[in-house]
């Protein structure tokens, strides 16, 4: 039986890679990569590929295989999100389980490394659970957790999480119009391309944002939103545009 391990890499800095996980890649045959189409040429590949091998070349011992999948198109603005995000995984899982078929023997170990933590607004386990279900191909699986990205936020920023006795509310800027009341006192906030926090924060909310989080590209931002929110805009634009691709997340008090 073919085996899988779903590594958590954490946000990009190659020392905050577990102990487990760092075991873990060493036992792989085959790592698949399965990123975003570029966009805006090699900047893309180079960077997020780039990065998972700058990992393996660290922790790894000798040679190591990466089979390159191409991510399938995805509508951006459907008329209906979930539906359009369930076909995505679909062909997501099509892919992925052609290349776990093609590329790693029945008893082979294949690795898939995945940012920040797997259990967090990712959609690999989805995707394996997919396959696995299709029963094509034998399949077992494990998950080895990684540093979240809000966790390195928290710590670049010097900051708590949360207040004393207050809830923490994790969401996405797709979502983040719909926070219930009484969720707003500490948002983390994720996926948000285009800064709804401009739309929804009051000028004195706190903001604390960063990108490409531990990497030698990090950048912070902190103030109110009144103060800092229209440079987090321009800067996220221009770094976007500058590297082809970009990792947020930030932190929304009130």
Known sequence: MRKLLVIGIGPGDPRQVTIEAIDAMKSVDAFFVLDKAPERGVAVKHSLVGLRQEICDRYIDGDYRFVEVPDPPRDRNPADYRAEVRRWHDARADLIEEALATELAEDGVGGILVWGDPALYDSTLRIVDTIIARGRIDLDYTVIPGITSFASLTAAHKILLNRIGEPIHITTGRRLSETPEGASANQVVMLDADCTFLQTAAPTDHIW?????????????????????????????????????????YLLRR
């Open 209 to 249: 944002w960063g990108a490409y989080l531990g990497t030698a590209d990090q950048i912070l931002i902190e103030g109110t939103v009144g103060d800092v929110g229209e440079r987090i805009r321009e800067t996220r634009t221009a770094a976007r545009e500058r590297h082809g691709w970009i990792m947020d997340i």
